[in-house]
């Protein structure tokens, strides 16, 4: 029996925990200036390792998820450094458009397969 895990393997998870951990950066961002807020991050690595597990990729990534210490805490407790969120925004950004670039050649691929091209 053929899966979406034997045709894609890794990358689906990937996909879309990069895509949790996009969104989860850009609240990073928008609440910048926000008092008290907590900038939270995705260990990717860890959530990947439990979504290929067998773990739902939202259950691994609540378990992946935590707060990033700032490196100069402000005196309102925002922990969000814009530089550093936006910095690892546009690699994570990168990565997925890399993710994304390699599950649309494997469908490609497949549709040639399937047409008898």
């Known amino acids: 029996m053929v899966t979406s895990d034997t045709i894609f393997g890794v990358h689906g998870d990937a996909l879309a925990l990069r895509s949790q951990r996009l969104a ?3 609240s990073n961002i928008a609440n910048a200036s926000t008092p008290g807020y907590k900038a939270r991050d995705l260990d990717f690595t ?10 739902a990729t939202d ?7 935590g707060y990033r210490v700032p490196l100069q ?9 814009l530089s550093t969120e936006q910095t690892i925004f546009a690699e ?10 390699f599950l649309n050649g494997r469908i490609n691929t497949l549709m040639t397969a399937l047409k008898g091209e």
């Open 24 to 26: 989860m950066l850009a």
């Open 46 to 55: 860890k959530a990947l390792d439990m979504a290929q597990a067998g773990t």
């Open 92 to 101: 994570n950004a990168v990565q997925y458009r890399t993710t994304l670039s």
């Open 73 to 81: 805490p402000t005196q309102d407790g925002n922990t969000v450094e």
């Open 59 to 65: 259950a691994a990534a609540g378990t992946a998820t």
